[in-house]
Nanobody, 122 residues
Framework: EVQLAESGGGLVQPGSSLKLSCATS????????MSWVRQAPGKGLEWLSV????????YYADSVKGRFTMSVDTATDTLYLQMNNLRPEDTAVYYC???????????????RGQGTQVTVSS
């Protein structure tokens, strides 16, 4: 059974940092790409970053490139998203997801976690 569980969200001030975690299970034998995506209130799904299983290459959306860093601990199958210099427009529910790579629809992802809320406000 595949399980994804995000944690680490919270309320922070602009300019602050947060590190999100995504504990995964049941995916080590698959070739799914792992992604971070977010959904702000009243807006569509926004893809943020992807880690491809074979190449281990990581790619980022322009909106977060240089501020967000995705990483993985292969010993624990845990994904991370280090978010620096947070802005109010980063306020959203953040999800980790497994699927083909990237996309702006939930149909692009096979599995996802329950999400963790990040609120950036002064």
């Amino acid at each position: 059974e595949v399980q994804l569980a995000e944690s680490g969200g919270g309320l922070v001030q602009p300019g602050s940092s947060l590190k999100l975690s995504c504990a995964t299970s049941g995916l080590s034998s698959t070739n799914y790409a792992m992604s971070w995506v977010r959904q702000a209130p009243g807006k569509g799904l926004e893809w943020l970053s992807v880690l491809y299983a074979y190449s281990r290459n990581i790619y980022y959306a322009d909106s977060v490139k240089g501020r967000f860093t995705m990483s993985v601990d292969t010993a624990t199958d845990t994904l991370y998203l280090q978010m620096n210099n947070l802005r109010p427009e980063d306020t959203a529910v953040y999800y980790c997801a497994a699927g083909a790579g990237y996309g702006s629809s939930w149909s692009d992802y096979r599995y996802r976690g329950q999400g963790t809320q990040v609120t950036v406000s002064s």
